[in-house]
């Protein structure tokens, strides 16, 4: 019973492709998020979404565009790959956004490979 | 968002108590500290935090200063699972929900 799942685990693409990432989770909760973890290990966070309205949205490159069909999903879509965009993205969901008590769930991690 | 600032690697013998430092001096009232560790090839988990109490649960104990300005998060027997990268972090009551990482400590759990 995976709490947050996503798909695929591994995506190897060319430049200038378009791809997209799955999330789901079925812990009943609000709230999502997409990070970013870059090849130093650094992770940081790109959207949030609560009830399926987006409530972070940092300083991303708009070639990425998340979407949020229901409160249990959150997709990640990306236009134009670039080399840069090669990473692990991370989804992660909580109960309510801003609760400094709520932990946040994260799923496994979805490798992306551009070349 | 206040900083925090940890060892980049400690090393520890399996069944060994293991003390994680974390130093957080510009912390504000609101401010809580949470700790979250990312196990090779997985996502981070969450682990503990605290606001001033000392906190206990299954996984580890938080040890607060009083003052606020650092902490230490201990693991009472290490094993070769707890082996992974350990964030401090502080989360601002007033502030949205991101969870903002720093480099964290590479924990090495050796047998």
């Known amino acids: 019973d995976t709490a947050v799942s996503q798909t695929p685990k591994y995506l190897v693409t060319q430049m200038g492709n378009d791809k997209s990432i799955k999330c789901e989770q079925n812990?009943?909760?609000?709230?999502m998020y997409w990070y970013k973890q870059d090849s130093k290990k650094f992770l940081k966070i790109m959207f949030s979404?609560?009830?399926?309205?987006?409530?972070i949205n940092e300083t991303v490159p708009n070639r990425f565009s998340p979407k949020s069909p229901d409160k249990a999903h959150l997709n990640l879509h990306i236009n134009s790959l670039e080399l840069g965009d090669s990473a692990v993205y991370f989804c992660?969901?909580?109960?309510?956004?801003?609760?400094?008590?709520?932990?946040?769930?994260f799923g496994p991690g979805t490798r992306l490979l551009v070349l | 968002d206040a900083k925090t600032t940890q060892p980049n690697s400690m090393e520890s013998n399996e069944e060994e108590p293991v003390h994680l430092p974390c130093n957080h001096s510009?912390?504000?009232?609101?401010?809580?500290i949470h700790w979250y560790r990312q196990l090779p090839s997985q996502g981070p988990e969450y682990v503990i935090h605290?606001?001033?109490s000392n906190v206990n649960n299954r996984m580890a104990s938080l040890a607060i200063a009083e003052d606020r300005k650092s902490s230490t998060l201990i693991l009472h027997r290490a094993t070769l699972r707890d082996a992974a990268v350990y964030y401090c972090?502080?989360?601002?009551?007033?502030?949205?929900?991101?969870?903002?990482f720093g480099t964290g400590t590479r924990l090495q759990v050796f047998p």
């Open positions: 979404y609560n009830n399926k309205e987006l409530i």
């Open positions: 992660a969901s909580s109960q309510v956004p801003s609760r400094t008590r709520e932990t946040q769930y």
């Open positions: 605290g606001l001033t």
């Open positions: 972090i502080l989360r601002d009551d007033l502030d949205t929900d991101k969870l903002i």
């Open positions: 510009t912390i504000s009232g609101t401010d809580y």
């Open positions: 812990l009943g909760h609000d709230t």
